[in-house]
């Protein structure tokens, strides 16, 4: 997939987000933390995201080298996903992303619970 980013002079955040961009790479990657997953896992875990997404998020994930494909030549074909050694190195922004968005969710809470 051709992205619209200039990878000589574009800012460095952009660069980030032009690799973990997106409603479902980052949630994807977040599950892959805890290691290899099959396709079908995944998608359980992200019941809010079609099939076709999931897939697509995945094809991108893994041509930029944050996770890695495993196919075996069985029948029914299994497939498994894993974050690469590139892809673990997303650890530390996932783990602050979660803190961010748990005390923000801790905070609209609170807030609701002002105003009922």
């Given at each position: 997939?051709?992205?619209?980013?200039?990878?000589?002079?574009?800012?460095?955040?952009?660069?980030?987000?032009?690799?973990?961009?997106?409603?479902w790479k980052p949630?994807?990657?977040?599950h892959l933390l805890?290691?290899?997953?099959?396709?079908?896992?995944?998608?359980?875990?992200?019941?809010?995201?079609?099939?076709?997404?999931?897939?697509?998020?995945?094809?991108?994930?893994?041509?930029?080298?944050?996770?890695?494909?495993?196919?075996?030549?069985?029948?029914?074909?299994?497939?498994?996903?894993?974050?690469?050694?590139?892809?673990?190195?997303?650890?530390?922004?996932?783990?602050?992303m979660q803190e961010?968005?748990?005390?923000?969710?801790?905070?609209?809470?609170?807030?609701?619970?002002?105003?009922?």
């Amino acid at each position: 997939m051709t992205r619209k980013y200039n990878w000589k002079t574009g800012c460095d955040v952009e660069a980030t987000m032009s690799v973990i961009g997106g409603r479902w790479k980052p949630i994807l990657i977040c599950h892959l933390l805890d290691g290899r997953k099959r396709f079908g896992e995944l998608r359980r875990l992200t019941p809010n995201a079609t099939e076709r997404m999931i897939t697509l998020q995945l094809r991108e994930l893994e041509a930029d080298g944050v996770v890695a494909r495993h196919v075996y030549a069985e029948v029914p074909p299994r497939v498994e996903y894993e974050l690469t050694e590139f892809g673990q190195s997303l650890k530390p922004i996932l783990i602050v992303m979660q803190e961010w968005g748990h005390a923000f969710k801790a905070r609209r809470l609170a807030e609701e619970a002002e105003h009922n």
